[in-house]
T-cell receptor, first 115, second 113 residues
Framework: AQKITQTQPGMFVQEKEAVTLDCTYD???????LFWYKQPSSGEMIFLIYQGSYDQQNATEGRYSLNFQKARKSANLVISASQLGDSAMYFC????????????FGGGTRLMVKP | NAGVTQTPKFQVLKTGQSMTLQCAQDMNHEYMSWYRQDPGMGLRLIHY???????DQGEVPNGYNVSRSTTEDFPLRLLSAAPSQTSVYFC????????????FGPGTRLTVT
């Protein structure tokens, strides 16, 4: 079974600064995927970025990058140049060899961007 | 492509009533799933399907049934609604498993009184 831990319930960041959202995971699966989703106040789940367990390089998607440290079982999300529209809940999730390989989510981090 | 659609967007039920939440996707995805999100929490898996005619239970299946007669549709049935089932329900689909993102529908906000 997988478990995802997000230790920061809420965070503030100044507009235009970078911010790191922490995520640690616990799995014994040899292969797994790591995902980050954004949930704005409107409620939809928006896929941001993905990292495969075998990927050697950290994933990047525009202003989002995933700091993947496999030995430490961490998959932190880095958002560069924060914007007001980045204010939202952020969820880290993993897909592994359980329950049809569906997503297991962490509890989320609420990010608030200050102007 | 409409992606993943869910109906209704909002629903209020009385304890003991039954209803079906509809989910459809037009991306020809084999993998579909239902999650619930309680206030201030992440999503938890209710049921999932790896293809038409194949369904299985997730983490919190009690009180819910699913079926998958076509690739496109994956309805979730609440058998006898209870206040503990007040939640936001998300349907999701993906083309593959471990290394593929899931696409989510807009959610259904259900209140059971």
């Amino acid at each position: 079974a997988q478990k995802i831990t997000q230790t920061q319930p809420g965070m503030f960041v100044q507009e235009k600064e970078a911010v790191t959202l922490d995520c640690t995971y616990d799995t014994s699966d040899p292969s797994y995927g790591l995902f980050w989703y954004k949930q704005p106040s409107s409620g939809e789940m928006i896929f941001l970025i993905y990292q495969g367990s075998y990927d050697q390089q950290n994933a990047t998607e525009g202003r989002y990058s995933l700091n993947f440290q496999k030995a430490r079982k961490s998959a932190n999300l880095v958002i560069s140049a924060s914007q007001l529209g980045d204010s939202a809940m952020y969820f880290c999730a993993t897909r592994g060899n359980n329950a049809g390989n569906m997503l297991t989510f962490g509890g989320g981090t609420r990010l608030m961007v200050k102007p | 492509n409409a992606g993943v659609t869910q109906t209704p967007k909002f629903q209020v039920l009385k304890t003991g009533q039954s209803m079906t939440l509809q989910c459809a996707q037009d991306m020809n995805h084999e993998y579909m799933s239902w999650y619930r999100q309680d206030p201030g929490m992440g999503l938890r898996l209710i049921h999932y399907s790896v293809g038409a005619g194949i369904t299985d239970q997730g983490e919190v299946p009690n009180g819910y049934n699913v079926s998958r007669s076509t690739t496109e549709d994956f309805p979730l049935r609440l058998l006898s609604a209870a206040p503990s089932q007040t939640s936001v329900y998300f349907c999701a689909s993906s083309v593959g498993t471990l290394f593929y993102e899931q696409y989510f529908g807009p959610g259904t906000r259900l209140t059971v009184t």
